[in-house]
C-alpha cells in the first residue's frame, strides 16, 4: 500500500514534464498509474470479502509515535477503488478536457495526481495523527486546483474559500484526534474502534471529529464553499467534489460509527446537520441554471444524505450507505463530466441557451440520462438499488428503533424528511436532463463541435457501471458485509436487491419519483414561488461578513500596535520578558551559588566589556557605536578562549569580524550621528528598561546554573562524540550528528531569510546584476586595441575604481591573504570534527576573504572573484545537506545517521572520514551564499546607488 501511494507521488513529480513535453495526450499515460492501482485493490476483494483486514506499519516518527500505518478493511477497499478507478478515468479525460497550449495544464496534472495520492494516504491510514497529515493534504492540493486559473477572481476566492472553510474543519478535527489517542492510549485506528474508550473527553474528542467530517463533506452550515468551488475545471468538480475530497466526511463517520454511535448527540448532530443539508441542497438545486452549479447543490444534498444514513448506526443503515457511496461517486462523477463535455463543445452551461442536444451527442445524453436515472432513485440502476435499502433501513427505524432509540415520532420524521428530500431529488435530476438535452426554443443555438468518442468514453463507462451493478445486489451485499457486520444485528439482516417485495419501501420510492415528476412538471411555478420566497441570507454572506469583521478587526488592532516604530516593537518584548518571566526570579534568588571568576583574567576582560557596552549606549555616532559593540564581541570571543572553548571563540571571532564590516558598509547610506535632534527623557525610561533586561538576563543565568541537581550531560559528551560521533571537535559533532535536525532547520531559515532579503533588496533576480570585468562597455568612439597573450591580471576590479579610491598597499596585502583565507578554510572544513573548525567556521572565513577581495577591489572584483549567483550557492548548499540526511537511508540506516570510514592510501597513509562532513559542506555552501549575498546587497547594490546618484547630480544643471 506504501509503494502505491509513493508510486503516486513519483508520478506527481513527473507528470508536469511529461505534460510539458508530450502535451495533454499524456494524461492517458499519467491514468495508468491509479489505473494499475485499481487493477490491484481490485485483487484484494477475495481477501476483504473473508473479512481480512491488510496491514502494513513503517516507522516514521518514533519520538511521538507516528508511523506509517496502512491498514485496508472493507471501507477502505470501497473507498480505494473510488478513488483511484474515478481518478484514472478523471485523467484519461483530461488529455481531451485541455488544449496542449492551454496555460497551468502541466502543473495542474501533478497536483492532480498528488491529491489522488494523498485522498489515497487517508483512506488507508491506520494511525489518526496520520489521517490528519493526508487529510490537510488534499485541503492545501485542492486549493491549488479549485485556484487553477489565477487570473480569475472567481477562482481566486472559491480556492481562498474552500481553504478557509476545510482548514478550520481539520484544526478542529486535529484536537479531537489528541483527545481520543489520548483517552485510548494509542492512536492506531484499528485499535481505538476495537476498543474504543469512553469519558467526557471522549464525547468531546468526537464531536470535534464530526466537525471536520462536517465541514470536509460540505454539510451545513459549511455548505457553501462546495458550490463556490465549481469555479474549478470540471475534471476537480467531478473528482474531488463528487468522487474523492467531498466523502473524506462521510469516509470518517462511517469509520467512527460501529465504535462511537452511541455516544451522547451522535445521532442528533449528524440526522439533523444531514437532513437539513439535503433539503436544503435541493431547494437551491432547483432554482439554478447554470448545469454545474446544479450538480454542485445536488450534491450538496446526496453528502447530506450519504451523512444521514452511515450516521445512523444500525447494519442494514451502513450497507445502504455504503452502496449509495458507491452509487453517488458512478453518478456524480458521470454527470459532471457530461457537462465538461457539453462546456467543451458548445462554450456554455447555462441550460437557458441549450436546446437539441440529444440529437448531436445522443450516445452522450444515454449516458447522462441513465447516471440522472440512478440519482433519482428509478431501477434498474444502482441509485435505486442503494436507495431502496435505504428506505428498507429508516423504516426499521421508525417502527421498531432498530438499536437508535429513534422508534416513534423522532424515526418518523427522519423518514419523512429522506422522502421529501427524494422528491427534491428526482426533481432536480429531471431538470438536469431536460436542461442539458430537452428541445426547446431559445434565443441564439449554440455552436456545437461534436465530441470524439475518447472523449465521452469516461461518463459512458461510469454510466454503465451504474446500470451493470444494478444487477449485482447480492455479490455487492457479500463484498460490503463484513463493515457492515462491525454494527450489531438489526431487524433483519441487510442486502442490496433490486426486489424488496410490495411494502412500505416501495411507496415510499414511488412517491419520491412521483412527487419529483410533477415538481419538474410545474416547475414554473415552482421557480415563481422560490423567488417569491427569496432572501439575502445565505451561509456564503455570513462568511463573507465573517471575514470582513476579520480583516478589519485585524487593521483596527495592527494601527494599535504596529505603530512604525522598531523601538516601540522592542520596547514591549523587553518589557513583557521583564515583566512576566522575571517576575519568577524573586522565588528562586535564595539558592543561587556565585564564583566571580576562574581566573583575574576573566574579570579584566569582562570589565573591558562591560566599559565597552556603557560607551556604546552613550555614543552619538554610529560608526564609533559599531567600534565599541565589536569590543564587546571580541571580548566575549577571549572569555570563550579562557574557558577552554577554542570552538566558540573561533566562530565567535569570525561572526564579530564578518558583522563589523557588513554593519560599515551599510552605515554608508545612513548619517554619521544616530538622531540630530536634542536627547530627550525618554532615554531615561530605555536606559532603565535596558538595565532591567540586563539584571534579568543575568538572574537567569545564574538561577539556572545554581538550579542543577543532578550531573550535566555534557560530562558524558567528550566520550560519547567519538563512540558515536567519530570527531574529538565536541560542538562540531553536536551540530552536525547528534543535533543535525537542529542545524537542518536553522539553515532552512537562514535560506529563507535571505531570501527576504534578496526579494527586498534586488529589482531583479540575484544573478541578473552580475558584471565582470570584460562585460564593461567602452566608450562611445573607443575602440579596444588588440594585445598579446599574457598572464591573467591580479585583482582586475581594482581598475575600474578612481585612483584616489585605490590602495596599493592593500592590494599586495589581498594578494598575500585571499588565497591564505581559502586554504585556512579548506583545512577548517575537513579538520573540524576533530579540531576547530567546522563548516559554519570555514563559510565564514572564505566570506572573509571574499570581504578582502571586494575592499580591495570594488563590486566588479567582488564578481571576479565569485561570479556565482548566490542563490543558487545557497540552495545547492541546502541541497546537499538534505541530501546528506536522506542518504544513509539507502545503505539501510536512518535520517542523519554518520558513518565511519577508514582506509589507508599508499601515499597519505592512514584516512579517517565520517560521512557527516558532507552535511558540514552543505553548511559551508550555505553560509558562502549568505556572505555573498549580503556584500552584493550592502556593498556592491549601494555602490551601485551611490555612483548613479553622482552621475545625476553631475548631468543635473547648477
Aim: aromatic share 6%; proline share 5%; net charge positive.
Amino acid at each position: 500500500m506504501l509503494v502505491l501511494i509513493l508510486a503516486l507521488l513519483a508520478t506527481a513529480v513527473l507528470a508536469p514534464a511529461m505534460l510539458l513535453r508530450q502535451g495533454a495526450r499524456a494524461f492517458v499515460v499519467v491514468a495508468l498509474v491509479p489505473l494499475a492501482g485499481t487493477v490491484w485493490v481490485a485483487a484484494q476483494g477475495p481477501a476483504v470479502t473473508r473479512g481480512e483486514t491488510l496491514v502494513e506499519v513503517h516507522p516514521w516518527v518514533a519520538g511521538i509515535g507516528l508511523e506509517l500505518a496502512l491498514a485496508m478493511g472493507t471501507l477502505q477497499w470501497v473507498l480505494s477503488l473510488v478513488v483511484l478507478g474515478i481518478g484514472a478515468l478523471v485523467l484519461a479525460y483530461c488529455a481531451w478536457y485541455f488544449e496542449d497550449d492551454e496555460p497551468g495544464v502541466p502543473r495542474f496534472g501533478g497536483v492532480l495526481v498528488a491529491f489522488v495520492a494523498a485522498m489515497l494516504g487517508l483512506v488507508l491510514a491506520d494511525d489518526l495523527l496520520l489521517l490528519y497529515v493526508f487529510w490537510e493534504l488534499t485541503t492545501v492540493f485542492s486549493f491549488l486546483l479549485i485556484g487553477h486559473s489565477p487570473e480569475r477572481r472567481t477562482s481566486r476566492r472559491a480556492a481562498i474559500q474552500a481553504l478557509v472553510v476545510t482548514t478550520f474543519g481539520g484544526l478542529v478535527l486535529l484536537v479531537g484526534v489528541l483527545l481520543v489517542g489520548a483517552a485510548a492510549g494509542t492512536y492506531r485506528i484499528t485499535e481505538v474502534l476495537a476498543d474504543p474508550p469512553t469519558g467526557a473527553a471522549v464525547t468531546v474528542g468526537v464531536h470535534l471529529l464530526l466537525v471536520g467530517a462536517v465541514s470536509k463533506s460540505a454539510l451545513v452550515p459549511f455548505h457553501f464553499w462546495l458550490p463556490a468551488a465549481m469555479a474549478a475545471p470540471t475534471p476537480v468538480s467531478a473528482y474531488l467534489h463528487a468522487a474523492s475530497m467531498v466523502k473524506a466526511g462521510v469516509y470518517l463517520v462511517a469509520l467512527l460509527a460501529p465504535a462511537f454511535a452511541e455516544v451522547a448527540g451522535w445521532r442528533a448532530v449528524l440526522l439533523v446537520l444531514g437532513l437539513a443539508t439535503m433539503l436544503l441542497g435541493g431547494v437551491r438545486a432547483l432554482r439554478q441554471h447554470d448545469l454545474k452549479l446544479l450538480l454542485a447543490y445536488g450534491t450538496v444534498s446526496q453528502l447530506g444524505f450519504l451523512v444521514l444514513v452511515v450516521g445512523t448506526g444500525t447494519r442494514s443503515a451502513m450497507l445502504a450507505g455504503l452502496g449509495l457511496l458507491l452509487a453517488h461517486a458512478l453518478f456524480k462523477a458521470c454527470l459532471f463530466l457530461t457537462v465538461g463535455v457539453i462546456d467543451h463543445s458548445t462554450g456554455t452551461r447555462d441550460l437557458r441557451r441549450l436546446t437539441g442536444l440529444a440529437r448531436r451527442m445522443p450516445v452522450l445524453a444515454v449516458s447522462a440520462t441513465l447516471a440522472a436515472a440512478s440519482m433519482a432513485g428509478l431501477p434498474p440502476l444502482l441509485g435505486y438499488v442503494a436507495k431502496e435499502s435505504v428506505l428498507v433501513a429508516l423504516v426499521d427505524v421508525a417502527r421498531e428503533g432498530d438499536g437508535t432509540g429513534l422508534a416513534g415520532l423522532a424515526g418518523w420524521l427522519v423518514l419523512v424528511g429522506v422522502v421529501l428530500g427524494s422528491v427534491l431529488t428526482a426533481a432536480y435530476s429531471a431538470r438536469f436532463v431536460w436542461g442539458a438535452f430537452g428541445s426547446r426554443p431559445v434565443e441564439e443555438c449554440p455552436t456545437v463541435h461534436v465530441p470524439g468518442p475518447a472523449f465521452l468514453a469516461a461518463p459512458v463507462l461510469l454510466a454503465a457501471a451504474s446500470l451493470v451493478l444494478g444487477f449485482l445486489g447480492a455479490p455487492l451485499t457479500t463484498l460490503l458485509a463484513p463493515q457492515a457486520g462491525t454494527l450489531p444485528p438489526g431487524a433483519h439482516e441487510p442486502e442490496l436487491v433490486l426486489w424488496h417485495g410490495v411494502g412500505l419501501p416501495l411507496l415510499l420510492t414511488a412517491v419520491s419519483v412521483l412527487g419529483g415528476a410533477l415538481l419538474f412538471l410545474a416547475r414554473e411555478a415552482v421557480a415563481r414561488f422560490q423567488t417569491a420566497l427569496a432572501h439575502d441570507w445565505s451561509g456564503e454572506r455570513a462568511y463573507r461578513a465573517g471575514m470582513r469583521f476579520l480583516d478589519r478587526t485585524a487593521v483596527e488592532v495592527t494601527g494599535v500596535v504596529q505603530r512604525g516604530s522598531a523601538a516601540a516593537y522592542l520596547g514591549i518584548i523587553l518589557l513583557v520578558v521583564v515583566v512576566l518571566p522575571g517576575s519568577t526570579l524573586l522565588t528562586g534568588l535564595g539558592d543561587v551559588r556565585i564564583q566571580l571568576w576562574d581566573t583575574p583574567a576573566q574579570a579584566a576582560v569582562g570589565a573591558v566589556v562591560l566599559v565597552a557596552a556603557v560607551m556604546t549606549t552613550r555614543s552619538r555616532r554610529r560608526v564609533r557605536a559599531i567600534l565599541l559593540v565589536g569590543v564587546t564581541g571580541y571580548g566575549t570571543a577571549y572569555l570563550f578562549v579562557l574557558h577552554g572553548a577554542p570552538d566558540l571563540a573561533l566562530t565567535q571571532v569570525l561572526v564579530e569580524t564578518l558583522t563589523l564590516v557588513v554593519f560599515v558598509l551599510a552605515l554608508r547610506r545612513l548619517p554619521e550621528y544616530f538622531t540630530d535632534r536634542p536627547l530627550s527623557r525618554q532615554r531615561y525610561v530605555r536606559a532603565a528598561l535596558g538595565l532591567a533586561v540586563g539584571v534579568v538576563t543575568a538572574g537567569f543565568l545564574l538561577v539556572a546554573g545554581s538550579a542543577r541537581t543532578a550531573e550535566p550531560v555534557s560530562a558524558a559528551l567528550p566520550e560519547q562524540a567519538v563512540e558515536y560521533g567519530g570527531g574529538y571537535n565536541i560542538v562540531n559533532v553536536v551540530l552536525v550528528d547528534t543535533r543535525a535536525w537542529d542545524t537542518l532547520g536553522e539553515i532552512a531559515v537562514l535560506v529563507a531569510a535571505a531570501s527576504g532579503v534578496a526579494s527586498l533588496v534586488f529589482v531583479n533576480a540575484r544573478g541578473a546584476d552580475i558584471r565582470r570585468v570584460h562585460d564593461i562597455p567602452y566608450p562611445k568612439g573607443v575602440r579596444k586595441i588588440p594585445t598579446a597573450t599574457g598572464r591573467r591580471a591580479w585583482l582586475p576590479g581594482s581598475r575600474t575604481l578612481p585612483p584616489e579610491k585605490r590602495s596599493i598597499i592593500l592590494e599586495v596585502v589581498v594578494r598575500m591573504l585571499f588565497h591564505t583565507l581559502l586554504v585556512v578554510s579548506i583545512y577548517l572544513l575537513l579538520a573540524g570534527h576533530n579540531a576547530p573548525g567546522g563548516g559554519f567556521a570555514a563559510g565564514m572565513t572564505t566570506g572573509l576573504a571574499l570581504v578582502v577581495r571586494y575592499l580591495a577591489g570594488g563590486r566588479y572584483e567582488l564578481n571576479e572573484a565569485a561570479p556565482v549567483d548566490a542563490g543558487r550557492l545557497i540552495g545547492l548548499g541546502l541541497a546537499i545537506a538534505a541530501l546528506a540526511a536522506v542518504l544513509p537511508m539507502a545503505f539501510g540506516g536512518i535520517v542523519l545517521q554518520s558513518a565511519i570510514l577508514e582506509t589507508v592510501l599508499p601515499v597519505v597513509g592512514e584516512v579517517k572520514l565520517v560521512t557527516s562532513v558532507l552535511f558540514d559542506i552543505g553548511v559551508y555552501l550555505v553560509v558562502v551564499g549568505l556572505v555573498l549575498d549580503l556584500l552584493r546587497a550592502l556593498g556592491a547594490q549601494i555602490d551601485r546607488d551611490i555612483q548613479r546618484a553622482l552621475r545625476e547630480a553631475e548631468a543635473s544643471p547648477a
